[in-house]
């Protein structure tokens, strides 16, 4: 098998530029904010209301799963470290989008919630824009430092 470097000293390219151990950090933030999307699309009722506002509901999910974008595309990059930024980011807001509709079926059952093809619509701009944001904000720090080259040996 082929022995894949990157040209700083130490690093790897593939799975072994992000080993397990290393993974789990970016990994457990992403699960538990499933649950905690899961959790709150359970209720009939919130304990706490938002501030109402024109398209309140759109915004609100907009910046929930802006959030998720911004994990989903950290896991993507720990995950597929040698996809290209844009299939990285591609890869995130698919994701945002398939949750976005498991979501909204998942809210049909719920009693005095309902589905919206408006809700995905935000989730999964909301999804494209935090993983963008995230993806642009690491690319900036990463042009800082310089490219990383793959050198196949």
Not at 38 to 54: A, I, K, V
Not at 86 to 107: K, M, N, S, V
Not at 123 to 147: Q, V
Request: aromatic share 18%.
């Amino acid at each position: 098998m082929e022995n894949i470097k990157c040209s700083l000293p130490g690093k790897t390219a593939g799975a072994a530029a992000f080993p397990l151990h290393r993974r789990w950090p970016v990994l457990v933030p992403w699960l538990l904010y499933w649950a905690v999307i899961f959790y709150f699309s359970s209720q009939s009722r919130f304990f706490l209301q938002p501030p109402e506002f024109f398209s309140s509901d759109k915004m609100y999910h907009f910046l929930e799963y802006a959030f998720l974008g911004v994990l989903t595309v950290r896991v993507v990059r720990a995950y597929r470290p040698r996809w290209s930024p844009g299939r990285q980011l591609l890869g995130a807001t698919l994701f945002c989008l398939l949750y976005g509709l498991g979501d909204e079926f998942h809210q049909w059952f719920v009693p005095g919630r309902w589905a919206s093809l408006g809700d995905v619509g935000a989730d999964t701009f909301g999804g494209w824009a935090g993983a963008r944001l995230y993806a642009w904000r690491m690319g900036s720090s990463r042009a800082e430092k310089g490219p990383d080259e793959v050198v196949v040996e």
